[in-house]
């Protein structure tokens, strides 16, 4: 029986879907399933969601929130290369704009192949990623001097300035100032951001992100390049942690194996690499 493709416009009726293949892996899932939530929430106009099913059974998973890239799951991992190509045609047949992917690394490739070949876009790495998970924090840890605590409505401009140049940190595309000036206020008003101060001084910072049943995503690690060997972003990271595993199962987060520093970090805190990720680019 042939492959058939099947677009949602209903969050719930794809969750019905997605949800019980997700949730078998929710760590190595944890960023489409934290998604998938706030889809399901209201939080992104217009997202993408689609299965491939065979037999009636699901063989793989896509969803989008334009301007971030297209996220995927293949279930059938012995016909990866026959999945991908179904893919990119039934994309390119419903006139789906796709920026980027972002999976784990064998089937990003098989799809960035097949995307390649059918619409001649080259593709490059935008980011090679680990995928860490974290169920207890090493209580062993020296920490640098200071103390944590949620952002305030003072800290926004600080927050945005950061922001920023965390994504030049991590080569991402650079969002309007509307659009940072945006997601900051969202974040500090639902106490999501997380920040680390030595005597009066603000050092560090991270976020709180998609939080999912059992667990919840660390990102938005970052300390200004004057502040950088000295400790705070793995002290904050291991305080923010502690204080997130008194709601949640356990933490995820995503890192840039090119940044030997981070990921150094991350194991010393109790973070354990799970999977491998790659974000691909299209040109």
């Not at 059974?57 to 799951?73: D, E």
């Not at 045609?89 to 960035?112: D, G, H, R, T, Y």
């Not at 945006?182 to 005597?199: M, N, S």
């Not at 919840?216 to 400790?231: A, H, N, Q, W």
């Amino acid at each position: 029986m042939a492959m058939k493709f099947y677009r949602y416009e209903d969050a719930e009726q794809f969750a019905l879907k997605a949800e019980p293949i997700v949730e078998m892996q929710e760590d190595v899932f944890s960023l489409f399933y934290g998604v998938l939530q706030a889809i399901k929430a209201g939080k992104y106009a217009d997202p993408f969601m689609a299965t491939v099913e065979k037999d009636g059974q699901v063989v793989a998973l896509l969803q989008m929130t334009p301007p971030h890239p297209l996220n995927l799951i293949i279930v059938d991992e012995e016909n990866v290369e026959r999945i991908t190509e179904f893919i990119a045609v039934q994309l390119l047949m419903n006139a789906v704009e796709v920026p980027s992917v972002i999976s784990l690394k064998p089937w990003a490739f098989s799809f960035a192949q097949q995307w390649e070949r059918k619409t001649g876009k080259s593709h490059s790495v935008l980011m090679d990623q680990g995928i860490y998970r974290l169920d207890e924090v090493n209580e062993s840890l020296e920490a640098s001097p200071g103390n944590w605590r949620y952002a305030e409505e003072k800290d926004i401009p600080l927050i945005e300035k950061w922001f920023s140049l965390f994504e030049q940190d991590t080569n991402l595309p650079q969002s309007p100032e509307s659009i940072v000036k945006e997601r900051v206020a969202t974040f500090v008003k639902e106490r999501e951001v997380f920040l680390f101060e030595d005597g009066k001084k603000t050092v560090s910072m991270m976020k709180k992100s998609r939080p999912t049943k059992h667990s919840v995503t660390v990102s938005l690690v970052f300390t200004p390049k004057e502040e950088r060997k000295k400790g705070y972003a793995r002290t904050m990271v291991a305080a923010g942690s502690k204080e997130l595993l008194k709601e949640f199962d356990y933490c995820v987060l995503y890192t840039d194996m090119l940044n030997p520093t981070s990921n150094k970090i991350y194991m010393e805190i109790g973070y354990r690499r799970i999977a491998d990720s790659v974000h691909i680019g299209f040109h």
